[in-house]
């Protein structure tokens, strides 16, 4: 096999090895999902979720709006961070956060 590599020019030489690093990749990604399998497998047995063991956090959940523009109502609030500029523009013309919230 090496005498066989010795004849290979570089550009075949560079794609042989991108092949071998492609199906590297590829088996050590077969491997996790064989272990994933298998532990999720032994999780369920026992009664738990493998989330729940490795203590795997759920995604954050976008905070609902509380508040909403009435001149446009694609525009909202959630009441957390920096009030928007039309809120504050109103509120500077004399308006009550209570206008404009969500019933």
Known sequence: MAKDLETLTLKELKDLRK???SAI???HDREKAKAKAVL???AKEMGFSLDEIIGKKSRRVKPVAKYRNPENPTETWSGRGRRPRWLEEALSKGATLED???A
């Open 19 to 21: 092949d071998i690093d």
């Open 25 to 27: 990749a590829s088996f």
């Open 40 to 42: 999720e497998a032994t």
């Open 100 to 102: 404009f919230a969500i």
